[in-house]
């Protein structure tokens, strides 16, 4: 039938796909054109399959969610891409944003809605769920702002650069564990979950720059 939103599903965790793909096969509307484990294979299959809807999980192994989106953009794939996922933090939500996704919802999202979202995004309409949403929202009202002090974008810029904790100590004259409590707190502020996504953070907000700390 020509009215089929046709889907491709990504997820790393093969019981999720299967999941996914017992419900959009039981409900009208949808066909379900292939599954990928990484962003890697998605794209390789969005360029040759050329799905409506893309169903996009973020963390994944070879290549993540919002590298894939991002590929799929450059590429000028017309595929929408929904992202499902477990993450709603700012360093996951906004990246995926800026990519190119055209909603963003929650694993928890109930089984009508996440149909209703499908198919809104296939006509090209943006879903986003409440709670991230919110997010998005209290991202846009902070205020102009630095994020971090002045020692904290120091230590940033310093593992950036590559510096072990105890490096990044000796180049400031500070100790070890002043060290490792800034970058808990740095970790806090930017919503990181290690030294990696704190870096990416970093550029992400402009904080740091490819020649050296902003």
Do not use: W
């Amino acid at each position: 039938m020509a009215d089929l939103i046709r889907l491709l599903i990504v997820d790393d965790h093969p019981v999720v796909r299967d999941g996914l793909r017992g419900m959009f096969a039981a409900a009208p509307g949808f066909e379900v054109v292939g599954e990928a484990g990484d962003g890697a294979e998605a794209l390789v299959l969005a360029e040759s399959l050329r799905p409506d809807v893309v169903l996009m999980d973020l963390r994944m192994p070879r290549m993540d969610g919002v590298s894939a989106i991002r590929a799929m953009a450059e590429r000028g794939l017309p595929c929408r891409v929904l992202v499902l996922t477990t993450y709603d933090t700012d360093g996951d939500v906004l990246p995926a944003v800026k990519a190119g996704a055209t909603g963003y919802l929650l694993k928890d999202t109930a089984r009508e809605e996440l149909f209703h979202a499908v198919r809104s995004a296939a006509a090209g309409a943006s879903v986003i769920s409440p709670t991230v949403a919110a997010r998005l929202l209290g991202q846009v009202r902070k205020p102009a702002e630095e994020p971090l002090s002045q020692r904290e974008l120091e230590v940033l810029g310093l593992v950036a650069s590559g510096a072990t904790n105890r490096e990044a100590a000796a180049r400031l004259f500070i100790s070890e564990a002043t060290v490792k409590t800034h970058l808990l707190h740095i970790y806090a502020k930017l919503e990181a979950k290690d030294r990696a996504s704190a870096v990416a953070a970093g550029y992400e907000l402009g904080l740091l720059t490819p020649g050296g700390r902003r």
